[in-house]
């Protein structure tokens, strides 16, 4: 057996990397931190306040930052928050570049600020880094001061092409736990989960099932306030009900019971953590063609319907749900779990650190 590593994994400081998560970049988070320990890795989470103290977190919080009175004066200044969090990853990377190499083997930056990035080359330890998002304006700038022996995991073919021209990158698919996300019976209503805000489209989802004729219950956190009020609420009713921000304990047999997951993407989704959720419990999955959406189904597990286009997304929701669950659930332990996504981390881990050693 392979000697355990010391592995530094960089989170997002923006929200906890705790129940109920505010999204797919915590809870894929929380899931790597805790498979990694789990086979012997010690593991040093660094993430934003409120996180998973089980997972040995140090939380990533600089002292709030208010600027001078004449420094507000500057139109053009970042918001306070954005130099707090600013603050807080500075203060990690130089942290690491003077103690890293005498703690840690690797450095997992699993975040989507640009400093880790940027300042890889001030650290003496080998940093991966994995690409969750198209391109975005800060991340792209900092390739240009990535150290030469970074590495890179795309957690799709979709987003690996994306970021093609900035960087080469391997494919990482995302993982879920496939035991805590248990196959359910099915045979209810529609279900669709995740944050409320309008890129992921829960509107569309129960457009689509009105359309249908299939009830729906949707949950998550509202991200978007004013986009709930204006477009989600006025649709909810006897057929559609929002269920609240609800943990995984609560959402798993939420999700095995439905019939089918409604995806309701409105942007090029990188992967689709919700879609590997559902296919764990067995429940198919209609979902929009965006993204790495088309590299996870296939027909024996799903549908896919025009972006954007509520009448096909109806009737791909209707023939979904009519797929057979064992088919789903085989496809998703074979190709979505949380040990198939942490073997290829492992290998990536190992090969970067024989070279750094070779080196």
């Given amino acids: 057996m392979s000697e355990p590593l010391r592995i530094c994994l960089i989170a997002s400081s923006r929200f906890p990397v705790a129940e109920p998560f505010a999204g797919g970049l915590e809870a894929h988070t929380h899931e790597l931190a805790t498979e990694l320990t789990r086979r012997g890795h010690e593991v040093t989470m660094f993430a934003g306040p409120g996180s998973d103290e089980t997972l040995n977190t140090r939380i990533l919080q600089a002292a709030p930052f208010r600027a001078s009175e004449a420094a507000r004066g500057d139109v053009n200044a970042w918001p306070e928050a954005w130099m707090s969090e600013h603050h807080a990853y500075l203060e990690l990377m130089l942290e690491l570049a003077a103690t890293g190499a005498r703690d840690f083997d690797i450095v997992h930056n699993n975040s989507l ?61 995302n993982g879920v736990d496939t035991e805590r996300w248990a196959q359910g019976a099915g045979g209810g209503d529609a279900v669709w989960f995740g944050r409320l805000v309008p890129e992921k489209g829960a509107h569309l989802a129960i457009r689509a099932a009105l359309a249908s004729g299939i009830p729906i219950d949707l949950a998550g956190p509202i991200g978007d306030r004013t986009y709930f009020d204006t477009e989600v609420r006025p649709l909810l009713g006897p057929t559609a009900r929002y269920l609240g921000h609800l943990s995984h304990r609560e959402l798993v047999p939420l999700v095995g019971a439905a019939s089918v997951a409604v995806v309701t993407p ?3 989704e990188p992967y689709g953590l919700v879609a590997a959720e559902a296919m764990s419990c067995g429940t198919p999955v209609a979902a929009f063609a965006r993204g790495a959406l088309g ?15 509520v009448f096909d997304l109806a009737r791909a929701t209707s023939e979904a749900r009519e797929l057979d669950r064992a088919d789903v659930r085989h496809h998703a332990v074979r190709f979505c779990s949380l040990s198939t996504m942490t073997d290829a981390y492992e290998s990536l881990y190992r090969g970067m650190v024989g070279s750094a050693v070779a080196a």
């Fill in 113 to 173: 600020h640009h400093l880790p990035i940027a300042m890889a080359k001030s650290v003496d330890v080998p940093m991966i880094t994995t690409l969750h998002t198209p391109p975005i304006p800060w991340l792209e700038s900092a390739m240009t001061f990535a150290a030469p022996d970074s590495v890179f995991a795309a957690v799709s073919v979709a987003t690996s092409r994306a970021w093609s021209a900035s960087v080469a990158s391997s494919v990482v698919y």
């Fill in 266 to 268: 409105r942007w090029d």
């Fill in 295 to 309: 590299e996870l189904l296939n027909d024996t597990v799903g549908r896919l319907a025009r972006p954007d286009d």
